[in-house]
């Protein structure tokens, strides 16, 4: 009898009209985001002309590859995905060293002109990135880093919003535990890759994750660092193909569905991750 008034205690909580309410505008939110995904799919395989025909239609007369058999002949999708996949790779696990690195620096270390430091750091999030294009490119000029992977990649590394993050989560890790590898005989350096990094595996992965969903779509810095074709990433490569056979509406959703794509399967594979790493920065309740 317990147990069947229990059940049905659990079942009355579970759907309050609060939890409708949630659950309504979950089902909205999920339509807003997968019709625009959904009208891409559908018009990447229509034949050519029909995007543009009138009354609209979701899907075309016939089924037809014909626009990515046209994306991936005009340019070399291949080897530009390769280095997006480098390049996104590289920066992710450089950007997660760095900023662990730095963060915990700022969250267990006392140094003259920490907060000064810090205080710059955290400035940076209001900083544009648009600002900083000219200084940099004029920076990989003179190192000799341009049409180079590294020229593309170092600029990235630095993102003041994940060092935040970072801190935000070692300021919840328990001192104790470090305290006791000191009196263990642990120096810093072994307590932060034997204890911290360890615990700190879900922000990790959301931080990387993150980093590397924006490094894979980011379109203006490559652009301007890289002008060798077979250097290119696969967002500016789609783009210069696009404007070398003009406006074309069936390749042009092609061309976003091969670029998302990847992106897509990465979110499927680790989004528990990346909400356990949101849960696990304390940002959730600020």
Known sequence: MSAS???????????????????????????????????????????????????????????TFDAYRKVWDAGDIG????????????????TVLLCAMAAYGFSRTTFRGRKVLYAVVLAGIMVPPQVLMAPLFAEMVQLGLVDTYWGVILPQVAVPAMVFILVKFFDGVPRELEEAAFVDGAGRWRVFWTIVMPLSRPVLAAVGIFTFISTWNNFLWPFLVTTDPGGMTLPVGLVNVQTSYGLRYEQMMASVVIAGLP?????????????????HTGLAGQ
């Not at 009209?17 to 309504?24: D, F, S």
């Not at 480098?86 to 992710?92: E, F, L, P």
């Open 5 to 63: 008034l229990s059940t049905d205690e659990c079942r009355k909580v579970r759907w309050t009209p609060g939890r409708w309410v949630m659950l309504i505008a979950a089902l909205l939110l999920t339509v807003v985001w997968v019709l625009p995904l959904a009208w891409a799919l559908a018009t990447s395989f229509k034949p050519e002309g029909e995007a543009t025909r009138t009354p609209l239609r979701w899907l075309g007369s016939h089924f």
């Open 79 to 94: 080897r530009w995905m390769l280095n997006t996949a480098y390049i996104s790779v590289m920066t992710t696990i450089l």
């Open 263 to 279: 992106l897509l399967i990465v979110f499927a594979l680790f989004q528990r991750q990346i909400v356990r790493g949101v849960a």
